[in-house]
């Protein structure tokens, strides 16, 4: 499946992304997706100019967490009503980009954070419309640093003061209260943690009508559905089908109400590699360590989230003898190593592996530590 003869004089390490597969993702995104239903791609999995592009011709908004982030998507194409913003400390030129494009709406996570929105909003001569993002206190099974819908997380306004929260955006003339916004983590394979964020959707809702507050015109679910980072190639295009009937079967939706999605790693997971070549075999007397000239510059989440990727050998695959590694990286820091005791066709100097999945998180989280370049990205067409 990869084309290792177009790459024999490319410098590595680079990531390869076959956007056949991300065309094939978008298409199964759309015919899950009811009329009443939008995707909005969450650019910060990847915000590579060509995949932007590719998911902004496919009709998808885009879910912004900067105002980077929104000239990226401006620049990629996305409509400006389809592009939502969140994040928990927007600068005010980031608020003021938003207000001037005029994006569909501000995410809002505080009080403080809305009251400079009206102000700006003010100035400028607009009104925003905002959704307040709700922390519905919903734990995700997923890895700590990637749960966002707990109280204990920075995220969003607390359920006991969304009521309040309303009734302030009522007050102010330039805010536009437009609807509800959640987002419990990310890497979730548990359709039952959309199940119980829906139930809480729900008990908010009913809550609100109670008080009398009604008329919601969106409710945002955010993001978090999972990848099959073990099994790539048996899951290549993750399960929206039941993912979407989850939200479908318990989410009660008033009439007229527009569901929203906030997908990133789920878009764009499977469809990069990180392309690495092998620099040196070492062994001591009780580890076999496999270098590689890419390292946790190129791709941080082993180091930062203590995430698997599979290691393929794509010089060498019809090799049956299999030897254990440590696939490490070059940089100078005892966290860059990509897998433990690992398990792979034997390997030798001027390999070529692919790390596998490396779609989302990857390239965005490059850097220059140690000064090394950047990665390059080469795709399939
Ligand atoms: C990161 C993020 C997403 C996307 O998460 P994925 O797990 O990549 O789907 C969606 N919404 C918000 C608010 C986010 O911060």
């Known amino acids: 499946m990869f084309p290792t003869e177009r790459f024999k004089g490319l410098q590595t390490p680079f990531y390869y992304y076959d956007t056949a597969l991300l065309a094939e993702t978008l298409d199964v995104i759309r015919r899950e997706l009811d009329d009443h239903m939008h995707m909005h791609y969450a650019v910060k999995a990847n915000a590579n100019p060509v995949i932007l592009r590719q998911i902004a011709e496919a009709g998808l908004g885009a879910d912004c967490v900067s105002g980077g982030e929104i000239s990226a998507a401006l620049e990629a194409g996305f409509a400006p009503e389809r592009i939502v913003y969140a994040g928990v400390g927007k600068s005010d030129w980031e608020i003021r980009l938003g207000l001037e494009n005029g994006i569909f709406c501000f995410n809002v996570e505080s009080i403080p954070e809305l009251e400079v929105i009206n102000q700006l909003a003010s100035e400028l001569g607009r009104t925003a419309s905002v959704c307040l993002r709700i922390n519905p206190n919903v734990g995700a099974h997923t890895h700590a640093n990637i749960q966002t819908g707990l109280s204990e997380n920075k995220f969003g306004i607390d359920m006991q003061d969304m009521e309040g929260v309303i009734r302030r955006c009522g007050e102010l003339a330039h805010v536009k209260f437009i609807g509800l916004h959640f987002h419990i983590g990310s890497q979730i394979m548990e359709m039952d943690d959309f199940k119980a964020l829906s139930l809480r959707i729900n008990e908010l809702q009913d809550r609100l009508e109670a008080a009398g507050i009604t008329g919601i015109e969106n409710i945002n679910v955010g993001g978090g559905l999972g990848i099959d980072y073990k099994e790539p190639d048996e899951h290549p295009v993750p399960d929206f089908k039941t993912y979407i009937d989850t939200y479908r079967r318990n989410l009660k939706l008033r009439p007229g109400q527009q569901l929203h999605f906030e997908c990133g790693r789920a878009v764009v997971g499977q469809m990069g590699s990180l392309i690495a070549r092998v620099l040196y075999v070492k062994e001591n007397a ?59 066709p034997e390997t030798k100097r001027g390999d070529l592996v692919a790390l596998r999945s490396a779609g989302a998180y990857g390239e965005i989280m490059a850097s220059h530590y140690n000064c090394r370049p950047l990665p390059q990205a080469y795709f399939d067409k």
């Open 286 to 344: 009780i580890k076999r360590f496999c270098i590689l000239d890419a390292g946790m510059t190129d791709l941080i989440r082993p180091a930062l989230y203590d995430a698997y990727h599979k290691v393929q050998n794509i010089s060498n695959e019809c090799n049956n003898n299999i030897l254990v590694y440590d696939i490490v990286g070059p940089v100078c820091e005892s966290s860059d190593v990509f897998v433990k005791n690992y398990g792979m």
